[in-house]
């Protein structure tokens, strides 16, 4: 709940604002944001900057000030997707801030014209093949009731290339027949987009071994386990998923592997099979094609890198 609204003040350039008026102003930026996950790292971000505004006097809220902060950000050496995830946080701030009097508009504008970091290059996603996407399955010890639960979460990752948040919020309901098919019926994801999601033969098997060994009858498909024991009044945190994942990619012998890694890996192995980029782009719920293009990782291939197509003979000189 957004705090007690302040008077409306058009601030000047050399009127800073107060922490309450900050805080409020952060207060609102907060209620607009849909996912838990942008939440906790827009409130992460904000509340880095609004110590450092308040550290020391400053001339006021606006575009300098914030230029000056990317400096700061840029010499604690951390990466341009940081920096720019700090910056966005910051131009949300202003804006709600305007929103409410607390900051002029034209003050606003200013700071949302500061420029992000410039990237220097992309990331490389991971990627499982067929055979170690089914390896990782087999690794999984179904006996169990714990393993039952995490066969059908790594199943939903790498059939329907669901994010780890999407899968714990799953419900029973949203499972159902369209078409003779099995489906995620309005399932919302990133930005509270709304999109069914098929599932496979193999993965609602999954589900069902989980749901018959568990006791689920309604409301979360997942549920904390203690004791061997399902505890039907507790679903499951997305750490769950994250330690399920790392714990048997390192039983055959992948390090470093995340959950997303599963996502990117449904989306190749559906592009391998003969899959159609915006079938793909609807099964993932992307925005936009490019990124289900940088998810596949079909412009560069390595399997067929064109640096192997010429070689080197290497000539070993006794010593």
């Known amino acids: 709940m957004p705090a007690t609204k302040l008077p409306q003040k058009f601030a000047s350039p050399s009127t800073p604002l107060t922490i309450p008026e900050l805080e409020y102003a952060e207060a609102s930026v907060l209620n607009t944001l849909v996912s838990a996950n942008s939440r906790r790292a827009y409130k992460h971000a904000i509340g880095q900057f609004i110590t450092w505004y308040c550290s020391e006097p400053r001339l006021g809220f606006n575009r300098a000030v914030v230029l000056h902060y990317r400096s700061f950000l840029e010499s604690l050496t951390l990466s341009a997707a940081t920096i720019n995830l700090h910056l966005s946080a910051i131009r949300r701030l202003a804006d709600e801030a305007a929103e409410s009097g607390l900051l002029s508009p034209e003050l606003a504008i200013g700071i949302r014209r500061v420029k992000g970091v410039k990237r220097l290059g992309r990331r490389i996603g991971?990627?499982?093949?067929?055979?170690?996407?089914?390896?990782?399955?087999?690794?999984?010890?179904?006996?169990?009731?714990?393993?039952?639960?995490?066969?059908?979460?790594?199943?939903?990752?790498?059939?329907c290339?669901?994010?780890?948040?999407?899968?714990?919020?799953?419900?029973?309901?949203?499972?159902?027949?369209?078409?003779?098919?099995?489906v995620i019926a309005d399932l919302f994801g990133k930005g509270g987009r709304l999109r069914p999601v098929p599932v496979p033969d193999w993965c609602k098997a999954l589900i069902d071994s989980w749901v018959h060994a568990s006791g689920v009858t309604e409301g979360l498909v997942f549920r904390r386990i203690w004791k061997n024991r399902t505890e039907l009044s507790l679903g499951v945190a997305t750490d769950?998923?994250?330690?399920?994942?790392?714990?048997?990619?390192?039983?055959?012998?992948?390090?470093?592997?995340?959950?997303?890694?599963?996502r990117r890996t449904c989306a190749r192995l559906c592009h391998g099979a003969g899959g159609e980029l915006e079938q793909i782009q609807f099964l993932l719920g992307h925005a936009s094609v490019q990124t289900t293009e940088q998810y596949i990782g079909c412009r560069q291939k390595f399997k067929e890198a064109v640096n192997d197509r010429f070689q080197i003979s290497l000539i070993r000189t006794a010593r």
């Open 126 to 159: 991971n990627w499982l093949s067929n055979d170690q996407a089914q390896d990782l399955l087999n690794s999984i010890p179904q006996s169990t009731l714990g393993g039952t639960r995490d066969a059908a979460l790594i199943g939903l990752l790498l059939g």
């Open 161 to 182: 290339g669901l994010r780890r948040s999407e899968a714990v919020a799953l419900r029973l309901g949203q499972i159902q027949q369209r078409e003779g098919h099995w």
């Open 240 to 262: 769950v998923v994250w330690t399920a994942v790392r714990q048997y990619a390192k039983r055959i012998g992948i390090d470093h592997l995340a959950p997303h890694d599963l």
